[in-house]
């Protein structure tokens, strides 16, 4: 079942004056934040940040990223702490999780959710549709006027299917199928095999392999030019993923006349392989511009 994500947690609003507006895509490879001040904004970059693994390091990259902002913009501090700000944080799935950052940034009027809301708020804005977001990991989300809904995001150990880390797995996987007599090797096998060493290097590779790692661009982009090439073994491959994002967007009850965003950098590789009939669009914005928009109805009703 598709499950419906409301704003985790908002933090107590504090009735100050608004010269500008704080949006925050905290994603667990990258964290941006951004300042809009007018037609001005200001961004910066840092580290990922994940609350469900490591709420301390979350909390200290973001205060980071506050520091930087402020020294960036030539603003102090506190300026920026009057500020409405939304937060969308990878790994924020509780309210209590949510208070215990709050109470350590010195931000007075905040909303906090995971990262997936602002992510398909930006890409939607105020339109109905759905988002695949696919890169590393994978959620699908559909937004109408009456919530934002959400299929999958639950990690690669599981879930994530589709995505880079999880193609990245899976044609390893398939190599040592492969390697066993149970299917035939191919180019591809043979090669995303030789690349770590052989059978006992990719067993290596995967008792401390990473998400990231899994994913590395050069291991799924063999596999997307594998595909190509009608390699099976990729073709195959592709076609799971494909038929798990027409799950999910069933499961949302995604229309083929709604518009249908494909965000991240692997989600764009799929459109062979989904429904002719659905309607693919670019997005109308990032996970950053969601933030901003989220940070913006603070500031109109906070």
């Not at 290596?204 to 661009?217: H, K, M, N």
């Not at 965000?263 to 392989?273: D, N």
């Amino acid at each position: 079942m598709a499950a419906t994500n409301p704003l985790a947690y908002s933090a107590p609003m504090a009735g100050a004056g608004q010269n500008g507006l704080i949006g925050v895509d905290g994603g667990a490879t990258t964290c941006r934040f951004a300042l809009q001040q007018g037609e001005k904004r200001t961004v910066v970059e840092t580290a990922g940040v994940n609350v469900t693994t490591n709420p301390g390091a979350a909390v200290e990259t973001l205060r980071d990223g506050f520091a930087q902002l402020a020294t960036m913009a030539q603003i102090a501090p506190d300026a920026l702490a009057e500020m409405p700000a939304f937060l969308g944080l990878a790994g924020l799935q509780t309210d209590d999780a949510a208070r215990a950052i709050a109470a350590a940034l010195p931000l007075k009027r905040a909303e906090y959710a995971e990262d997936r809301l602002p992510a398909v708020v930006g890409a939607l804005g105020a339109r109905a549709g759905s988002v695949a977001a696919i890169g590393t990991g994978s959620f699908l989300g559909r937004q109408t006027d009456e919530a934002v809904t959400f299929v999958g995001g639950w990690g690669l150990m599981l879930g994530d299917e589709a995505s880079g880390a999880w193609i990245g797995r899976e044609i390893l996987a398939a190599a040592l199928r492969a390697e066993d007599g149970m299917m035939p090797h191919t180019d591809l096998t043979r090669t995303v095999l030789a690349d770590l060493g052989g059978p006992h290097g990719a067993v290596a590779f995967a008792r401390d392999a990473t998400p990231d790692a899994y994913g590395a661009e050069p291991r799924v982009r063999a596999v997307f030019e594998a595909a190509v090439a009608q390699d099976p073994v990729a073709t195959d491959l592709l076609g799971r993923g494909a038929a798990y994002i027409a799950t999910a967007l069933a499961a949302l009850g995604h229309r083929t006349t709604d518009p249908l965003y494909l965000m991240g950098s692997v989600a764009p590789e799929y459109a062979p392989y989904l429904d002719p009939n659905l309607t693919v669009v670019r997005p109308n914005g990032t996970a950053l511009d969601g933030a901003l928009a989220l940070a913006a109805r603070i500031g109109r009703h906070g």
